[in-house]
Each structure stands twice: as C-alpha cells, then as structure tokens.
C-alpha cells in the first residue's frame, strides 16, 4: 500500500514539472493557436469555452491510459494505476485552483487568502500580463518563484535587484 501511495505523489509532484514544461515549450510553442485565447481579456472571449481548454484532454489521455494499463495487468502492474491516479488528482488541483480560483470560470470559491494564494494569484498576474507567446514568465502552477510572495513593495525591491 506505502508503495501505491509514493507512486501517486511521485505522479502528482511530476505533473507540476510537465505542466510547466508543456505550458512553456508546447502551450507558448508548437501549440500556441490554441492557448492564445487563454491570454486574451474577459471581454474578448466568445463564450465559456476556449481553445485552451482542450489541453484538458492532452492531460487525460495518459491518465486514462495508466487507469487502463494498470487493472487490465494487474497482476505485474498495478502500480501504473496509480501513476493515473496521481495525474487526475493533479488534474483535479490545477482546475481547483486555475480555473475556478484563479480564472473564476467557476463561482464555488473566493475566500482563499494566505501568502502562498496571493504568490499564486500574483505568478499568474505576472504571467498573464503579457499577450504574447514570447516574453512571459510563470509557466507553472503550485510552485511559486519567491518573489510573488510578500508585499507589492518587496517585489519591486526584488525586481529591481534581479535586472541589475
């Protein structure tokens, strides 16, 4: 069981690092035509639906894929199972805190208010500030750079420092 519960986190902790990697070298990449609309301001969108969210199902296909695997070869490789498990609980995390918390696509909660939510909300202010596929930066979700976090204040101290 310690063994199926260490391959989910292994899983979880590793979608962090592909979804960086996939939103910064495939979303702001090879795939940009589908994520510019993400970039775009509430009032130029066309509906709830945007080109974006078919990423939804790049990330569900190997998750699928190891729920399939993993009990149809249960006998030798049970514990692909759970590396599924582990993509659909990140899954389940980005859409929690990206679209409904962050994007509010979704109007279940808004009384998120520690550091580390204000980090996130401001990594991903600094990420949306630009509409360009070039130039951005924050490519990731639950891990935060250090400079989100603190006062407004601090962060430009902070900036100014960094580009010098």
Not at 1 to 29: P, Q, S
Not at 157 to 162: C, L, N, S
């Amino acid at each position: 069981m310690i063994t199926y519960i260490l391959v989910t986190l292994a899983a979880y902790v590793g979608m962090e690092f592909m979804a960086w990697f996939t939103h910064k070298y495939v979303m702001h990449g090879l795939l940009w035509n589908w994520h510019e609309d993400h970039h775009f301001p509430k009032h130029q969108k066309h509906g709830f639906w945007e080109k974006n969210d078919r990423f939804f199902l790049v990330f569900a296909v190997p998750s699928a894929f190891c729920y399939m695997f993993g009990s149809m070869n249960a006998d030798q490789y049970f514990w692909v199972f759970f590396i599924g498990v582990g993509i659909s609980l990140y899954g389940l995390t980005y859409f929690l805190i990206h679209d409904v918390y962050i994007h509010r696509r979704f109007n279940w909660f808004r009384q998120l208010d520690s550091e580390y939510s204000r980090a996130v909300l401001r990594a991903h202010g600094a990420h949306h500030s630009k509409n360009s596929k070039d130039e951005c930066e924050s490519f990731g979700l639950l891990v935060v750079h250090p400079k989100f976090f603190g006062k407004r204040k601090d962060r430009k101290t902070e900036e100014v420092e960094i580009s010098e």
